[in-house]
């Protein structure tokens, strides 16, 4: 990621923009749309014609449909893409990124939780990758080289049409280095049990690399603290008992302590923050919603930005579920997380594929 001294620099790169205005990024070939050239152009638009907010955005994507948002041909690097959709679809919508001739996307992710929003999509973020504003503006800062190709598609797993989805991809063509590698992220989900409290973040990936952040959601399905347990690396072949590094519980991990609580004494309720690489930015304890009593759900992120762990063949990562039995014991827990794991590799791999839309929401 180029800091401020970058912008001092003359580059031999040209800059690009995708959105519904200029699908294909082309030199000259934004805001060429008519009012009525098809089911995308706006009739706001019809007084002011060509020129004048025609086809802002992307309309009517039907159950089981496929939107190709962009197309690159490489060599480039994708700098930000800034979206955003109604909520209460963010779960339904498949978010894939595709690099060079690989066999399936490197990133393959609910659209919510690729920006730490897999609760209800209405959390606020301020972190240097990740950005979401009011309401709803969802912006990644992830760096996106590529050599060959990039290719974002969005498909609705959801069942009702999806009326209006806006977007812009702001890339630079220009040479990759022999070192530059390819971004991805993947998406788990467990209910993990009293006789394994253990969630996988990320199962066992091969190459050389580096893992860039972590985003749970945490459902509680047990009372009271849940937090306890240990996030876990185990790198370049390291058995599954003895990972090279162990952090010591999940508030922690999250740059958090003594369960997010201010005052123990007086007020036990969690309090949420968001900052330039860590967050807990939603607890969400709602018990007035017409459906009944919420369970406790828990966002949280981690970016590994100024502290990438490295890795040269392997790695995987996990995470506990432990809480506290009242004799002061830990408690195994059965809870119901889920995760995306934000990772660089030295070539494009295939990520997870996506559970069918119905395996992604809690309850």
Same mark, same amino acid.
């Given at each position: 990621?180029?800091?401020?001294?970058?912008?001092?620099?003359?580059?031999?790169?040209?800059?690009?923009?995708?959105?519904?205005?200029?699908?294909?990024?082309?030199?000259?070939?934004?805001?060429?749309?008519?009012?009525?050239?098809?089911?995308?152009?706006?009739?706001?638009?019809?007084?002011?014609?060509?020129?004048?907010?025609?086809?802002?955005?992307?309309?009517?994507?039907?159950?089981?449909?496929?939107?190709?948002?962009?197309?690159?041909?490489?060599?480039?690097?994708?700098?930000?893409?800034?979206?955003?959709?109604?909520?209460?679809?963010?779960?339904?919508?498949?978010?894939?990124?595709?690099?060079?001739?690989?066999?399936?996307?490197?990133?393959?992710?609910?659209?919510?939780?690729?920006?730490?929003?897999?609760?209800?999509?209405?959390?606020?973020?301020?972190?240097?990758?990740?950005?979401?504003?009011?309401?709803?503006?969802?912006?990644?800062?992830?760096?996106?080289?590529?050599?060959?190709?990039?290719?974002?598609?969005?498909?609705?797993?959801?069942?009702?049409?999806?009326?209006?989805?806006?977007?812009?991809?702001?890339?630079?063509?220009?040479?990759?280095?022999?070192?530059?590698?390819?971004?991805?992220?993947?998406?788990?989900?467990?209910?993990?049990?009293?006789?394994?409290?253990?969630?996988?973040?990320?199962?066992?990936?091969?190459?050389?690399?580096?893992?860039?952040?972590?985003?749970?959601?945490?459902?509680?399905?047990?009372?009271?603290?849940?937090?306890? =347990?240990?996030?876990? /690396?185990?790198?370049?072949? @390291?058995? #599954?008992?003895? &990972? !090279?590094?162990?952090? *010591?519980?999940?508030?922690?991990?999250?740059? =958090?302590?003594?369960? /997010?609580?201010?005052?123990? @004494?007086? #007020?036990?309720? &969690? !309090?949420?923050?968001? *900052?330039?690489?860590?967050?807990?930015?939603?607890?969400?304890?709602?018990?007035?919603?017409?459906?009944?009593?919420?369970?406790?759900?828990?966002?949280?992120?981690?970016?590994?930005?100024?502290?990438?762990v490295r890795f040269a063949e392997d790695l995987r990562v996990t995470v506990q579920a432990l809480g506290w039995w009242p004799n002061g014991k830990f408690q195994p827990l059965t809870d119901d997380i889920a995760s995306t794991a934000f990772y660089y590799l030295d070539h494009p791999e295939p990520a997870a594929a996506l559970p069918p839309v119905k395996e992604r929401f809690a309850r």
């Amino acid at each position: 990621m180029h800091g401020m001294n970058d912008l001092t620099r003359l580059r031999k790169a040209r800059t690009r923009s995708i959105s519904a205005e200029n699908p294909t990024g082309g030199k000259g070939l934004g805001a060429q749309a008519s009012p009525g050239d098809d089911g995308s152009c706006t009739e706001a638009a019809s007084d002011l014609g060509r020129g004048w907010k025609v086809r802002p955005c992307v309309r009517n994507i039907e159950p089981g449909q496929t939107v190709v948002l962009a197309d690159i041909e490489g060599p480039g690097v994708v700098q930000h893409i800034w979206c955003t959709v109604l909520t209460d679809v963010h779960r339904w919508i498949s978010w894939e990124i595709t690099y060079d001739e690989s066999e399936g996307p490197s990133v393959s992710v609910p659209l919510g939780d690729f920006f730490a929003n897999g609760i209800d999509g209405c959390a606020l973020i301020d972190s240097q990758p990740i950005a979401v504003n009011p309401k709803g503006g969802m912006n990644s800062y992830w760096p996106m080289p590529f050599r060959g190709r990039f290719r974002l598609s969005i498909r609705n797993d959801g069942p009702k049409t999806i009326s209006e989805f806006f977007y812009q991809v702001t890339y630079s063509l220009e040479e990759v280095g022999e070192d530059a590698a390819y971004f991805h992220a993947s998406w788990a989900r467990s209910l993990t049990s009293r006789a394994q409290p253990e969630h996988v973040i990320l199962d066992r990936v091969r190459g050389r690399g580096h893992y860039a952040g972590t985003y749970l959601v945490w459902n509680q399905l047990s009372n009271n603290w849940w937090g306890e =347990g240990e996030v876990k /690396f185990f790198l370049d072949g @390291d058995p #599954d008992d003895a &990972p !090279t590094i162990c952090g *010591t519980g999940t508030e922690d991990y999250f740059g =958090g302590a003594w369960g /997010f609580v201010m005052e123990h @004494d007086r #007020d036990m309720r &969690p !309090t949420p923050y968001s *900052t330039a690489y860590l967050g807990y930015p939603q607890a969400v304890y709602d018990s007035t919603l017409k459906s009944g009593p919420r369970i406790p759900s828990h966002g949280l992120y981690r970016w590994h930005v100024p502290d990438p762990v490295r890795f040269a063949e392997d790695l995987r990562v996990t995470v506990q579920a432990l809480g506290w039995w009242p004799n002061g014991k830990f408690q195994p827990l059965t809870d119901d997380i889920a995760s995306t794991a934000f990772y660089y590799l030295d070539h494009p791999e295939p990520a997870a594929a996506l559970p069918p839309v119905k395996e992604r929401f809690a309850r």
